[in-house]
């Protein structure tokens, strides 16, 4: 298995895989049902983001069935993730999918995902295997949009993803200017707990993207909260404890055009009436012509921060010891 970074600077090439990936007829849908765990479920959300603007409605399910009453009546379609294919719940809910009746479709390397969808003969989408699953996410999410397109959920998605992998690109390569601007939050970061802000469709999406991240690779704890959420609860909560607060947080902001209007302003006053209490490390703001390259180009600076903690706390980004022995438990309990 290749390291973090090389998993990372991958994210050009993945995304190019999927322009020449055979887009499979399933038929006419304008309510999508995705469902996956972690790495593999993060591109429900992605895909969430970017197929609002087509009118149809992706509701992204993460962990075990039934299926809800709505889905029952709404009929969507179904979108199985699963980069390993044996993912507990995935597996669980397809089940309850298939019982009710629903049309599912597939994306997976393999496992018994992939031997559900060869047994029921439902469309699916092979990714490549080999990498771990945060870190295979250009293929995931390319998935999931070809799957989309064949069901005339969003439209081809070929030059958003040839614009996208550029910007993954430029935005890993060593001593670029996103690169440095990751070694600057990276550095900030250092020895503390990240908080990362999101404010609308995109930057919301990309900032859990951003806390998962760091808690795999980094081996940390992380959160994140979306604005204007935030400014109805969260904020109040550095009023306390600011000596401890200003010695181990720190927050991120993440930006898009997409924000609303007011977004900018809530984030200026949010900023200042918390200063005090917790360092603001920076303010990130996407890059990029079409939805998905703007969620990469801000998926690809935090991908570069999560393995620079990891580099400076000298911690192996790769494993995910406790994941593995939590998995462990509970076959044994079966």
């Given at each position: 298995?290749?390291?973090?970074?090389?998993?990372?600077?991958?994210?050009?090439?993945?995304?190019?895989?999927?322009?020449?990936?055979?887009?499979?007829?399933?038929?006419?849908?304008?309510?999508?049902?995705?469902?996956?765990?972690?790495?593999?479920?993060?591109?429900?959300?992605?895909?969430?983001?970017?197929?609002?603007?087509?009118g149809t409605r992706v509701v992204v399910h993460k962990g075990y069935g039934p299926v809800p009453l709505w889905a029952t009546r709404a009929r969507p379609l179904v979108v199985a993730a699963s980069y390993s294919g044996n993912t507990e719940e995935t597996l669980d809910f397809v089940v309850s999918a298939r019982d009710s009746g629903l049309r599912v479709a597939t994306i997976t390397t393999g496992g018994r995902l992939g031997e559900l969808t060869a047994t029921h003969d439902w469309s699916s989408v092979?990714?490549?295997?080999?990498?771990?699953p945060r870190a295979a996410a250009g293929y995931m999410i390319g998935a999931a949009l070809i799957v989309l397109t064949g069901a005339h959920a969003v439209d081809d998605q070929r030059l958003a993803f040839v614009e996208a992998a550029a910007i993954a690109d430029e935005a890993t390569a060593e001593g670029s200017d996103r690169w440095i601007e990751a070694a600057h939050?990276?550095?900030?970061?250092?020895?503390?707990?990240?908080?990362?802000?999101?404010?609308?469709?995109?930057?919301?999406?990309v900032a859990q993207r951003?806390?998962?991240q760091i808690n795999e690779n980094a081996k940390v704890p992380a959160w994140w909260s979306l604005l204007s959420e935030l400014d109805?609860?969260?904020?109040?909560?550095?009023?306390?404890?600011?000596e401890k607060t200003r010695k181990h947080l720190g927050?991120?902001?993440?930006?898009?055009?997409?924000?609303?209007?007011r977004m900018a302003t809530r984030?200026?006053?949010?900023?200042?009436?918390?200063?005090?209490?917790?360092?603001?490390?920076?303010?990130?703001?996407?890059?990029?012509?079409?939805?998905?390259?703007?969620?990469?180009s801000l998926t690809a600076v935090g991908d570069l921060v999560s393995w620079m903690l990891a580099e400076s706390a000298g911690v192996d980004p790769v494993p995910v010891a406790t994941i593995e022995k939590l998995k462990k438990l509970l076959v044994e309990e079966d």
């Open positions: 298995m290749a390291d973090m970074l090389s998993q990372i600077r991958s994210l050009g090439d993945q995304l190019r895989w999927a322009t020449e990936q055979e887009v499979p007829a399933i038929g006419t849908y304008s309510e999508i049902l995705c469902v996956g765990m972690g790495g593999s479920g993060i591109a429900g959300d992605y895909v969430g983001a970017i197929a609002e603007p087509f092979s990714v490549p295997s080999g990498m771990q939050i990276a550095q900030q970061l250092e020895g503390r707990i990240p908080i990362i802000y999101g404010g609308g469709p995109v930057s919301g999406v951003w806390k998962t109805h609860n969260e904020i109040t909560g550095w009023e306390t404890m600011p927050i991120v902001a993440l930006r898009d055009r997409s924000d609303h209007d984030l200026a006053h949010t900023r200042a009436l918390t200063q005090d209490a917790v360092p603001w490390v920076a303010e990130v703001s996407s890059s990029g012509s079409s939805l998905l390259a703007r969620l990469v």
